[in-house]
C-alpha cells in the first residue's frame, strides 16, 4: 500500500507543478486597486508589430482601455478620455535587455461634438466615409516624443 501511495502522490506533484508553470507564465490582469476607479485609464492591453511599406520599416502599436467591458450589453461607445495623458513607451536593443524605454511618447485626446443639440451623440444618420456630416462624435490626438 506504501510503495502505490508514493508513485500516485509524486505523479500528482509532477502534474500540479506542469499546470502551475504553465499559469505562471500567462499574463495577469488584475489590476492596481486604484486604477479600478478609473476605467477610462486603466489600460488592459498593448499590442505592437511592425510593418514595411516603400522599403521603410513603422512600428504601429494599439492600446486597449476599458477593462470587463463586454461590446454585446448595447450601444455603449467607450471613447479616449480627453481628461487622461495616455502614454507608450518602447524599448529596443539593449534598452530592452535592461528594461528600459528607448522612446517614450504621450498622447491627449479631445474629443468634439458637431451637434450638440441631439441626444444622439456618436452620429446622426449614415456614416459612408471618414469625417462624415453624420459622423457627430470625432476624436483627435496630439502625440509628442518625451524621450
Known sequence: MKYIRKPIAAGTVALALSFSSVISSASSHMDAPLITFDDAAN???VYAFVTQRDGMKYL????????????????NKYNFDDNVRYQIHVATGSDLERGRPTFSYQFDFETNFKKKNTILQ???GVVNDVNDAAQNLTQTYQPRKIS
Request: net charge negative; no cysteine.
Open 60 to 75: 504601429s502599436t494599439a492600446v486597449a482601455v476599458y477593462p470587463f467591458e463586454e461590446p454585446g450589453i448595447g450601444p
Open 43 to 45: 489600460t488592459t492591453d
Open 122 to 124: 456618436s452620429y446622426v
